[in-house]
């Protein structure tokens, strides 16, 4: 059953760390770069009763299926540069390889899917060494995928959170490893907020894309929020003339966000029933991404839980415009389907049929 959590207003003491324009620099220095495609699907936005939906096509960024290569190959310039002793990341990626020493250091992460995928091609790009552990159930096609990259995958039976902690016990005491996770915990947030940052060139393009237009809504599919929190840190910005409303949408299954919005404080919760969105099979918010959940979102409707059926309905729908959503980037529209439905939901959203509406399609199909 789909829930819908309004949260309750009261004072915010979030507010936004500075933006880091350097990231879309470095980005642009990597093989392959583009900005991926803002698509504008005039259909969708007569199914939904607004002037204009547009669609941040994530399908292929960098050569990858998904928008993660973009956090985690920030989050490595970072912690590398200064790892190796320089006070600023470097420009490029060619840069980067002249100041590592590529025989002394293996990347670690945890991982559904795509953002070991992501940090498995920084390490190649890097020549590095990459261990990469997955959860329970982490499809056969996924674990090839990864290990094509040249990576170390680790199976395991446990679930996504049980998984991280594992990927981070493996490193303790071991200074030729580095953890790249892209959720925080108390002790451990310098590189998940540097994840958070390299994300933000996302929000840059759509910006540059959209010329100016104003939006009304921005969609975003949450895991452990860390890709919310960059929405956040980009549209909360005193300096951005843009204000949209932001939406978290999220599996009914692994609804951390919208539980712990309707409870006030953050929540784990148990995420051991399958889904068909994996890469927002998450049960506990990212520490650095709580603070600007609770107090960035705004007092209407500021999440929505999905089901399996919807996030497929809205993949097929989006396939048949032309846009190739996984069940993850689909799960944008399948949550603005459900708010906008009812009248009351849509006027909490301010979304009229003047509006313009930004849905994040994290990923492609699988």
């Given at each position: 059953m789909t829930g819908i959590v309004r949260k309750a207003p009261g004072p915010r003491k979030w507010k936004p760390k500075p933006l880091e324009h350097a990231a879309i620099t470095f980005h642009s220095s990597m093989p392959g770069y583009r900005p991926t495609p803002l698509v504008a699907l005039p259909e969708l936005a007569a199914e939904l009763g607004v002037a204009a939906v547009f669609v941040k096509d994530e399908s292929e960024r960098l050569g990858l299926p998904a928008f993660k290569i973009l956090g985690a190959s920030w989050a490595v310039n970072r912690a590398?540069?200064?790892?190796?002793?320089?006070?600023?990341?470097?420009?490029?990626?060619?840069?980067?390889?002249?100041?590592?020493?590529?025989?002394?250091?293996?990347?670690?992460?945890?991982?559904?899917?795509?953002?070991?995928?992501?940090?498995?091609?920084?390490?190649?790009?890097?020549?590095?060494?990459?261990?990469?552990?997955?959860?329970?159930?982490?499809?056969?096609?996924?674990?090839?995928?990864?290990?094509?990259?040249?990576?170390?995958?680790?199976?395991?039976?446990?679930?996504?959170?049980?998984?991280?902690?594992?990927?981070?016990?493996?490193?303790?005491?071991?200074?030729?490893?580095?953890?790249?996770?892209?959720?925080?915990?108390?002790g451990y947030e310098d590189i998940p907020q540097w994840v958070v940052d390299g994300y933000g060139t996302l929000f840059y393009e759509i910006a540059s894309q959209l010329g100016g237009r104003a939006i009304h809504l921005v969609a975003v599919p949450t895991g452990v929020g860390s890709l919310l929190l960059a929405a956040l840190q980009h549209y909360r910005d005193p300096a951005n003339p843009q204000h949209p409303a932001i939406l978290a949408v999220e599996p009914v299954t692994a609804a951390c966000v919208t539980t712990s919005l309707a409870a006030g404080q953050a929540l784990s919760l148990d995420t051991s029933a399958p889904t068909i969105m994996a890469g927002l099979n998450c049960g506990t918010i990212s520490t650095i991404a709580w603070p600007a959940i609770r107090d960035g979102l705004d007092a209407g409707i500021a999440g929505i839980a999905i089901t399996d059926h919807q996030a497929a309905s809205a993949m097929h729908r989006l396939h048949e415009l032309g846009v190739r959503a996984g069940p993850c980037g689909a799960a944008a529209l399948a949550g603005v389907r459900a708010a906008l439905e009812d009248s009351d939901h849509r006027a909490a959203l301010t979304v009229n049929e003047e509006s313009a509406l930004v849905l994040i399609s994290t990923d492609g199909p699988v």
């Open positions: 590398l540069s200064l790892r190796d002793g320089y006070d600023t990341p470097a420009e490029s990626l060619a840069e980067l390889r002249q100041r590592i020493d590529s025989a002394s250091l293996t990347l670690v992460t945890a991982t559904d899917g795509n953002h070991g995928h992501a940090l498995a091609r920084v390490a190649a790009l890097l020549g590095l060494e990459a261990r990469i552990y997955v959860p329970g159930g982490t499809a056969a096609k996924t674990v090839a995928t990864i290990a094509s990259e040249g990576a170390q995958v680790i199976p395991s039976d446990l679930i996504y959170d049980d998984v991280i902690h594992a990927a981070a016990a493996s490193t303790s005491g071991r200074s030729d490893e580095l953890l790249v996770q892209d959720t925080a915990w108390q």
